[in-house]
């Protein structure tokens, strides 16, 4: 079942992720490609306040060409623990500080093409800070009923991936206790 690989070359080196092409050998002895992105990993945090409303993001996605409603999420940088990256990433986008941040799950969100590893974060007792963006993000932060949030998700209106696998996540852990 498994790949061997017998060739890679890197077709593209950029600001956060490459491109590599291996070339694997398949279990029924014949070659084929693969076409890796290569990606350092991710944090994705779900910020709770006391009121139990969520703090999401609106923002534009130009992979997609329009703006995704998401929970704060970012790229973990050479050398940073991915805890690290979360505390930086919740203050950046949203303007809040945690008392309290837990992991709660690591996943591959898109094992078929990309290495891209995400670590998934709780964020309770939130005390306001002031947002910081990277100087080529734009972004607003919006804090949401979770009904409102599980509508949203109903109606399609929630298309980001690791948004759906936080809200559902919080969802089972709120009702299991």
Not at 22 to 36: F, Y
Not at 79 to 86: H, I, S, V
Not at 133 to 162: C, H, Q, T, W, Y
């Amino acid at each position: 079942m498994e790949e061997k690989r017998i060739d890679s070359r890197t077709i593209y080196k950029g600001r956060i992720v490459n491109l590599r092409v291996d070339t694997v050998l398949l279990p029924n002895g014949k070659n084929a490609q693969r076409e890796i992105v290569e990606h350092p990993g991710a944090v994705v945090i779900i910020p709770v306040l006391d009121d139990e409303k969520i703090v999401m993001v609106k923002q534009y996605r130009a992979a997609v060409g329009k703006v995704l409603l998401e929970l704060p999420a970012g790229t973990i940088e050479k050398r940073e623990d991915p805890y690290e990256c979360a505390v930086r990433e919740l203050e950046e986008e949203t303007g809040f500080t945690a008392e309290k941040l837990k992991p709660l799950l690591t996943f591959y969100p898109s094992p078929g093409i990309c290495s891209e590893i995400m670590y998934l974060f709780m964020a309770d007792k939130l005390k306001k800070s002031k947002s910081s963006p990277d100087p080529d993000e734009f972004l607003r932060s919006v804090e949401l009923e979770i009904s409102e949030i599980i509508n949203m998700i109903n109606a399609g209106r929630i298309e980001d991936g690791k948004t759906l696998v936080g809200i559902l996540l919080y969802l089972y852990k709120q009702r299991s206790g």
